[in-house]
C-alpha cells in the first residue's frame, strides 16, 4: 500500500457510489482541481431512472447510460458496488460471489480497463469478516470500502473492509480535517479518504458551494498526492 510516494507522504482520494448522473458535474468539479475519486457502480442498474424523498425533498437518482461510462469517468476510476445493490451480508456465499465479480466483469468490459476497486453498497451493517473474505478468495477485487468513518489519517492493514475518514456532507469536518491534513508534517504515510452519493450534493442550495470550498482547500497543494482509491491503497 502507498509504496508509489516515496517522497509525498501524504495522500487524498474520493470515493462515490451508484452512478448517478450528478456524477457527471462532480467530476467537473474534480478536474478543475486536479483531484481524483473512484467511482462505484451497479451494473444491472446503469440507465434506470429514480427519484429518492431525501431531506423532505425530492431528489434525482438517474443513472448514468452504460455506453456512456467510459468517457463519463475517464481520468478516474470505476469500481464494483455490485449487480443490484443488496445488503451483501444477507446474501448467501453464492450470490455474494456472484454480485461482485460479475459487476466486476461487466464494468471491466464497459471501461476496457480490469476494474479491481469495490465499496459496499446499502446503509448500516454492510459487511463483515465473511464476506470480506468471500470477495478475498473469490473474485478479482482487490479492496473493498465501508461506510464506517475513522477521522483519521492512518493506514489500515484490511483492505476488504477499509474505513473512509469522512463523509462528504459534514462539511464542518472535512473543513477541519482538510486543514489539519494540510498542516501535517508525517514522516510515514498518511490517507485522507473521503466517500459519498454526488446526489446528496443537490439536498442544499448551497452543497455544491460548498463542497468547491473544500476542493479549494485541499488542491494543489505540492506534498499531497491526488489518486484514485486504486492508485493510493495499492
Known sequence: M?????????????SYDDGVTQ???LIELLNKYGLKCTFNLNS???SNKGMLIREGQRISHYKVHPQDVKDIYDGHEVAVHTLTHPNLTRCDDAEVIRQVETDRLNLSRLVGYEVVGMAYPCGGVNNDDRVAELIKKNTGVKYSRTITTTGSFD????LYR?????FHLHFDELMRLGTSFIELKPETPKIFYIWGHSYEMDY???????????????????DIFYGTNKEVLL
Request: aromatic share 14%.
Open 204 to 222: 442544499g442550495a448551497d452543497y455544491w458551494v460548498k463542497l468547491e470550498e473544500f476542493f479549494k482547500l485541499i488542491s494543489n497543494k505540492d
Open 23 to 25: 456524477d457527471i458535474r
Open 155 to 158: 493506514l489500515q492493514d484490511n
Open 2 to 14: 502507498f509504496s508509489r510516494e516515496q517522497v509525498k507522504k501524504k495522500a487524498i482520494t474520493f
Open 44 to 46: 444491472e442498474l446503469l
Open 162 to 166: 477499509f474505513n473512509p475518514t469522512a
